[in-house]
């Protein structure tokens, strides 16, 4: 059986709430299991979302301490600090602890904004099994570390929710399904929840008009359709840690 990875980043990015819930209901609702990249300062209003979703075996990871809000004026200065050498270090190892002082496990590490590079991957490999969001290929480094890119199908396409509001279903999952390869589908919580009105304020009108007008239930359900495709067409929905394991034995 063909496998594949959906990849959740849950965070507090656009100031959106019940983030974890409505994730693994879509995701519960299709039986099958997925990874979810939390920041850890979700753990200060979703506590028991996450622990729910955990029970329900959905894969928890860390997606850093937090995530700026996108539309602060110093939001690319905010993200720039966190990720000079000695700020990379206390970065890792605080998220680490927080998840591991809530009694979460958790093997997997994104870091935010796509960043990655070599000493990223150096702090990571201290307290993780593996790092999400590296390139196009999974890899393996040192006999003992898996590294994920954040979306793999169709060669090295980046697949992005943009896609499924404006192509037919049917059309992407049998390009997905004509790669004989494992697929990486990667999305935000926020794709499937509406987004607040403050928005208007700040993003562009074609950025608007083609992409956050259409969140919530309207891209949740082609989300769903998406995934069901791949189901019904024999695909197996695994966990990154799930992958990490398989890897790492052979």
């Known amino acids: 059986m063909r496998k594949a990875l959906v990849t959740f980043d849950i965070e507090n990015l656009y100031r959106v709430r019940n983030n974890v819930a409505r994730v693994t ?45 996108v539309y602060q004026r110093n939001f690319q200065h905010n993200i720039n600090a966190l990720f000079v050498e000695q700020n990379i270090r206390d970065y890792v190892k605080h998220s680490y602890n927080i998840f591991r002082d809530k009694g979460l496990k958790v093997k997997g590490f994104r ?8 000493n990223l991957l150096e702090e990571t490999k201290k307290y993780f099994k593996y790092f999400a969001g590296n390139g196009n290929e999974i890899k393996r ?36 399904i004509a790669k004989n390869e494992i697929i990486v589908l990667y999305f935000h919580s926020f794709d499937i929840i509406k987004k607040p009105s403050e928005l208007a304020l700040y993003c562009s009108y074609w950025k608007k008009l083609l992409y956050y007008q259409k969140t919530g239930n309207y891209l949740e359900k082609r989300i769903e359709g998406l995934l069901y495709f791949l189901v019904s067409s024999g695909f197996e929905f695994i966990t990154c840690n799930d992958l990490t394991r398989l890897l790492l034995k052979n």
Do not use: W
């Open 25 to 69: 209901t879509l995701l519960t609702h299709l039986g099958i299991k997925g990874t979810l990249f939390v920041t850890s300062d979700i753990l200060e209003n979703e506590t028991n979302d996450i622990y729910d979703a955990q029970a329900q075996g959905h894969e928890i990871a860390s997606h850093g301490s937090n995530h700026p809000y």
């Open 111 to 118: 870091s935010i904004g796509f960043r990655a590079g070599s």
């Open 141 to 176: 480094i040192d006999g003992s570390f898996i590294v994920l890119p954040i979306s793999k199908i169709m060669g090295n396409i980046c697949f992005r929710p943009a896609m499924i509001l404006y192509i037919p279903l049917n059309i992407i999952g049998k390009l997905l």
